[in-house]
């Protein structure tokens, strides 16, 4: 798959980060990651459906990086920062932003007469409560407070410094939503009670296993920039989005291709000669990021690193991704947590300890801590058939090796619940789409407590150094380390890159792809 480069700089004092958001190919109907078809004249009104395959456990993004919760969040919530198509940061909420020559102190500067779903005006108060809520999971951040400084400043002050705060804000994998002062306040363990942001749709009602539904806001205060990745101007084209939760992949196409759907998510991957050889639909193919592999260090076999490095001298790479990804147009095998274009954090530091395939060793490492045979529990889900896909094959590829192992399948809002205890898992599979900086990468942080639980002090300092590095080299330098670090303690196995696949109807006109779906600036020409 031909890829399109482009380059784009982070921040003046520390990092460029380079980013790939271009994929060509036959099949894909477009030319980059953040991308929109606007040939055709957009029309307003009527209902956008969409077929996606697992329902979120919340709406509230501030403390899960689920994408089922990012990709709905976002028709809803807005952060004070955002990603233009290039990856830049630049502002959203806030309009305009500044950093003290320290970088221990940030200044946003807020739009006036930008309006929450309930119709009260957005102002630095609510920036506060949600930013406070939202920092209280965001350990990348290190100790900080927010505060008013006027209805429409706000401040932010480090203990340490850190270039890299822009983009922790902007970042979607844990989207830094504002929202009302009252809810964010109000926000219980599990989240939010109300979903009320400032963003152009508005939520309405869930179903639970059935659907949710939106609302076009019709008092929504665009940017007055142009359309950008996800920032600049943003309108609600339609005025209803029901997003269906519709867990079989069979059931997404046969519903797309029906009409009964005008988008599909997440098609599988032998269902898109069908999707490309009908008329009136628009195969997407997208570059997604890493398929990983995640052990449980707090309890049981994995706590040991000796029995984690004995699955990775088992697995062949190449087999269990093409058992996820069905064809190499899909995958590729790299043991990088970065894209090769991301020219200042790309290393293959470590990549003697990827795709070994050693299985003489991996039972001799077994062995060294004691297997006896004791049942592995494979926690996975068919709402991804990918990662259900990578566990059937790793689950053969371990018996090989003399283990025993067992698929425990649930939903995957029921695998995220499921994932928080130790006790019920030596195993889970996830997804990490393309990241900015390290940090974004939770399974690399001991003080995230992120399921799978790393514990390695060594990480933590190396994040750190990374962060209060001043030049690029040298931020690249502690990287290369924390990378080569990981592959010998190996808290996760990056099995490899891969690309996603979606497929809409040629009605649907505006659709663009970044992190995710976007649906503002989309419209359906029925």
């Known amino acids: 798959m031909k890829r399109k480069k482009r380059l784009f700089g982070i921040f003046v004092v520390l990092l460029a980060v380079f980013l790939l958001v271009g994929c060509n190919s036959k099949e894909s109907n477009s030319k980059s990651e953040s991308r929109s078809d606007t040939d055709v004249k957009k029309q307003t009104g009527g209902t956008l459906n969409i077929a996606y395959p ?82 209280q999971d965001a350990p990348e951040m290190g100790e900080h407070t927010w505060t008013v400084v006027d209805d429409y400043t706000v401040e932010l002050k480090l203990e340490a410094p850190s270039s890299l705060v822009p983009y922790f804000i902007a970042d979607l994998a844990r989207l830094a939503a504002i929202m009302p002062k009252e809810t964010a306040e109000k926000a219980g363990p599990t989240g939010a009670e109300e979903y009320i942001g400032t963003g152009p749709f508005k939520f309405i009602e869930w179903k639970q296993d059935e659907l949710a539904t939106f609302k076009k806001f019709k008092d929504y205060v665009p940017s007055s920039e142009p359309s950008s990745g996800l920032g600049g101007k943003k309108e609600a084209l339609v005025d209803k989005i029901n997003w269906y939760f519709v867990p079989d992949p069979s059931t997404r196409v046969n519903g797309l291709l029906s009409g009964q759907y005008d988008y599909a998510h997440y098609l599988s991957y032998d269902s898109v000669p069908q999707v490309k050889n009908t008329p009136g ?28 490095q004995a699955v990775n001298f088992a697995l062949d790479m190449d087999a269990v991704l093409r058992s996820a990804f069905a064809e190499k147009d899909f995958y590729e095998l790299d043991n990088s947590l970065f894209l ?18 050693d299985l003489n060793k991996a039972k001799q490492l077994l062995k060294e801590v004691g297997y006896n045979g004791e049942e592995i529990t494979i926690l996975t889900s068919r709402d991804y058939e990918h990662h259900y896909n990578a566990a059937v094959a790793t689950q053969q590829e371990l018996e090989k090796i003399g283990m025993k192992v067992k698929l425990d399948v649930y939903d995957w809002p029921t695998l995220l619940e499921r994932r928080n205890n130790p006790e019920l898992f030596d195993i889970f599979f996830t997804g990490y789409s393309t990241t900015m900086t390290p940090h974004q990468y939770t399974f690399l942080d001991s003080r995230a407590e992120w399921p799978g639980w790393t514990n390695n002090p060594k990480f933590d300092q190396l994040l750190d150094d990374i962060q209060a590095a001043p030049t690029t080299e040298e931020a690249k330098a502690l990287y290369a380390e924390l990378q080569k670090t990981m592959w010998e303690d190996l808290p996760v196995i990056n099995l490899g890159r891969n690309s996603r696949v979606s497929a809409y109807s040629d009605k649907v006109q505006g659709f663009t792809q970044m992190l995710g779906p976007n649906f503002w600036n989309v419209s359906v020409n029925k």
């Not at 403390?63 to 709905?72: K, L």
């Not at 506060?128 to 809520?133: F, L, N, P, Q």
């Open 54 to 135: 697992t329902q979120p456990q919340s709406l509230d993004p501030h403390s899960t990086t689920a994408e089922a919760t990012r990709d709905m969040a976002k028709l809803i919530y807005e952060s004070l920062l955002t990603l233009d198509e290039n990856y830049k940061v630049i502002p959203q909420l806030a309009e305009s932003y500044s950093a003290s020559d320290d970088h221990k102190t940030y200044t946003f500067k807020l739009r006036k007469g930008v309006k929450f779903h309930n119709g009260k005006e957005m102002k630095a108060e609510d920036v506060v409560a949600s930013m406070t809520k939202w920092g």
């Open 340 to 357: 090769d274009t991301q020219v200042d954090w790309y290393t293959d530091a470590g990549k003697e300890y990827y795709n070994q395939k």
């Open 281 to 308: 639909f628009k195969v997407d193919i997208w570059p997604y990021g890493n398929e990983i592999l995640v052990f449980n260090k707090k309890s049981g076999l994995f706590t040991d690193v000796r029995a984690r």
